[in-house]
């Protein structure tokens, strides 16, 4: 009998996802503004930001281990409720003397919640599906956080601009409440562990389980989160730190030009999503070291452009073409790399498993983005030098994955 996708427990799952997620990025964008506004300051936003990460990297690993033992329908209804209920006392106790201070703790609170959260709604999907149907639903998660993205700027940035920070506040409230209750209808078996440890020799035990299953029973996570981190590492600082960099600075053009390739970023990332849920079938695990070489390929174009005796909208527009292709592709091998490691982890793993991809992938990227950021100061003359030879490395790796990746045919 063939499984259905879109069950009623999955379908109130990603309706849940869209509205935790809008609620979450008109929030951050309202306080972004906001602190941009009464600050003056870019550094002390991304300070505060910065920060906030914080406790999502230590906590990861306790969220994976909590999402396993508890019952993550619970879970989950319980940290919407209070991510909207911290969200509230926020907005009433909010101020000009404390509204810096005041938004700076929420941030902290609301990534202590991102820590149990991520890994209990990432082990939700095995548990609700199997084999192919696991990549598909990772692929329409992935799209519905890409709509939540491309939509929540423009219709955040109109309620703040009319109404001001606490109606985003309240609306934010709202689509946390709502997610809340639509989590309440789900159905998943949970299985209770007994033990007559206290809490933290449980969490020590669970955590060198874990470690155990990875680094003896399941080498082939430790290399897909390698290859993955690895990959994170080099694109994120080519991307995040890269693209306005390249617009703004490089190229000289204006906050509309950067605006523009940030939409049509965001359109790639669902079609990337798209086509690894259509062809999940075809794109087997087997062949992702070809996408890691389009990565880099993607890369060179776009230094290459840097080269080339063109003006500078036709370099603009190879550029956004090049990143639109990098996106792609990093869509499509995330997706797949985090459902192999869901179908390759048993049920009371993959909350852990799910936890340590996070960590990695939060602790890898603001390195990358501090080193490119150098390097891009550094070779600001020169740019298609950094370009093209992180692309070559991505290649490089490509090459050297690729007895990895054929391997996993065979299992």
Do not use: W
């Amino acid at each position: 009998m063939t499984e259905n996708l879109f069950s009623k427990n999955f379908i109130l799952l990603i309706l849940g996802q869209a509205t935790s997620l809008f609620g979450n990025f008109i929030l951050k964008l309202a306080f972004s503004m906001y602190v941009l506004e009464k600050t003056k300051s870019a550094a002390i936003f991304a300070g505060i930001v910065s920060i906030a990460t914080i406790p999502t990297i230590l906590l990861s690993p306790l969220g994976g281990i909590i999402a396993d033992r508890a019952n993550k329908k619970n879970i989950m209804v319980l940290l919407d409720t209070l991510t909207g209920i911290f969200v509230l006392l926020t907005a009433i106790l909010l101020s000009e003397n404390n509204d810096i201070t005041i938004i700076s703790i929420l941030l902290v609170i609301l990534s202590i919640f991102a820590a149990f959260e991520t890994p209990t709604v990432q082990a939700c999907i095995p548990c609700m599906l199997s084999g192919d149907n696991i990549t598909k639903a990772n692929a329409v998660v992935n799209q519905i956080a890409s709509l939540s993205y491309f939509i929540a700027p423009m219709l955040g940035s109109i309620l703040y601009t009319m109404f001001g920070l606490k109606i985003v506040m309240f609306a934010s409230i709202f689509f946390f409440f709502i997610t809340a209750l639509l989590e309440c209808f789900i159905k998943l078996n949970h299985f209770s562990f007994q033990s007559n440890n206290n809490i933290f020799s449980t969490i020590k035990h669970d955590f060198l389980c874990s470690m155990q299953y990875i680094f003896k029973q399941q080498t082939n996570i430790l290399k897909m989160l390698f290859f993955t981190s690895f990959c994170r590492f080099f694109v994120t600082g080519v991307t995040i730190v890269g693209l306005p960099y390249i617009v703004r600075t490089i190229l000289g053009l204006n906050a509309k030009y950067y605006g523009a390739a940030e939409s049509v970023l965001a359109i790639a990332t669902i079609l990337g999503s798209i086509i690894a849920g259509l062809f999940a079938e075809k794109l087997k695990i087997y062949k992702l070291h070809n996408i890691i070489c389009f990565m880099g390929i993607f890369i060179i174009i776009a230094g290459v452009a840097f080269i080339l005796p063109v003006n500078t909208i036709t370099k603009y527009s190879i550029n956004v073409i090049s990143y639109c292709g990098i996106q792609i592709a990093v869509t499509i091998f995330s997706i797949f790399a985090v459902s192999f490691i869901q179908q390759k982890t048993p049920n009371y793993f993959i909350g852990k498993m799910m936890s340590y991809t996070s960590a990695i992938t939060l602790c890898v990227q603001p390195i990358g983005q501090i080193l490119y950021g150098l390097l891009f100061d550094l070779f600001h003359n020169t740019i298609y030098f950094v370009m093209i030879i992180t692309g070559i490395i991505l290649c490089v790796i490509a090459l050297l994955a690729t007895n990895f990746f054929k391997t996993l045919k065979e299992q």
